[in-house]
């Protein structure tokens, strides 16, 4: 009596595992530890040669207080570590996903997980993760050594200071939300080199397009991840530019939180959308 043969059940994948083999494959790119590496000891050593010049030119009592209060702290992250934060957050979320188009593994994956929506998620949390250890350690490492150096001059800051903490954490922040924007052009454009001079183009280039002069332009502009940076960078709009339209912490709060939902929204879309 011959039996029939009954069909394999299909395997659903747990999204436990997508994020492990996520894990995996982007630490298959030998490269990237390095660049981390790098550019978290170019963005110390930054901060560090910055907050060692104040040191040596300031006196105690020079000063008013609350200016030394923001240059102490923007020698803990200087405008050249957020520089270097956004174009490596950014330009390794774009090659995260447009180096599988380009080599033809998004296929494999695909054809592995039909769960268009899980695999890019799993890609996000992933580069998330880790462009928070990064920004964490970059920034924390950062404030901690720039601080005790400033502290014999009596204008080092604590990081139980509000401001302090805010400053720190926005650093921390600003590179998984530049990541994902990368991810997000990469999975639109899917060509390696494309996607990232368009993560440039988005990050660095365009807040220089636009001014604070009229009030759509300050809109735009405070809408932007960097200009968003530097003001959650300011103790108070004080020593700012003049202007009739400043931004404010939770607007630029917001900026963040923005950028990083629309840019998941927007890559899981196109990645439905596109390869069917």
Request: hydrophobic share 50%.
């Amino acid at each position: 009596m011959s039996t029939a043969t009954l069909p394999t059940p299909v395997r659903r994948h747990r999204f436990g595992d997508l994020l492990a083999a996520e894990w995996l494959k982007f630490w298959s790119l030998r490269s990237i530890p390095w660049v981390l590496g790098l550019a978290t000891l170019f963005a110390v050593a930054a901060n560090v040669k910055s907050a060692q010049y104040t040191h040596d030119h300031y006196a105690p009592g020079d000063g008013d207080p609350a200016v030394m209060a923001q240059v102490a702290l923007n020698d803990s992250f200087i405008t050249a570590s957020a520089d270097v934060l956004m174009l490596v957050g950014g330009g390794l979320g774009a090659i995260v996903i447009a180096g599988e188009y380009a080599t033809g593994l998004i296929r494999t994956t695909l054809a592995a997980v039909p769960d268009r929506r899980a695999v890019l998620l799993a890609k996000a949390a992933v580069l998330t993760a880790v462009l928070l250890g990064f920004g964490t350690v970059t920034a924390g490492g950062s404030f901690g050594l720039t601080q005790a150096i400033l502290a014999d001059r009596g204008i080092g800051r604590s990081i139980t200071d509000p401001s302090a903490l805010r400053y720190v954490a926005a650093a921390a922040l600003f590179a998984p939300v530049c990541g994902l924007v990368g991810l997000c052009l990469g999975t639109l454009i899917r060509h390696s080199a494309g996607a990232v001079v368009g993560t440039v183009v988005v990050l660095f280039f365009l807040p220089s397009l636009v001014t604070e002069r009229y009030r759509w332009t300050a809109d735009l502009l405070h809408a932007l991840p960097f200009p968003a940076w530097q003001r959650l960078s300011r103790i108070s709009p004080a020593g700012m530019r003049p202007t009739d339209y400043p931004a404010t912490v939770a607007g630029s709060w917001t900026t963040y939180a923005m950028w990083a939902l629309v840019s998941v929204a927007v890559a899981v879309a196109a990645i439905r959308r596109r390869d069917h």
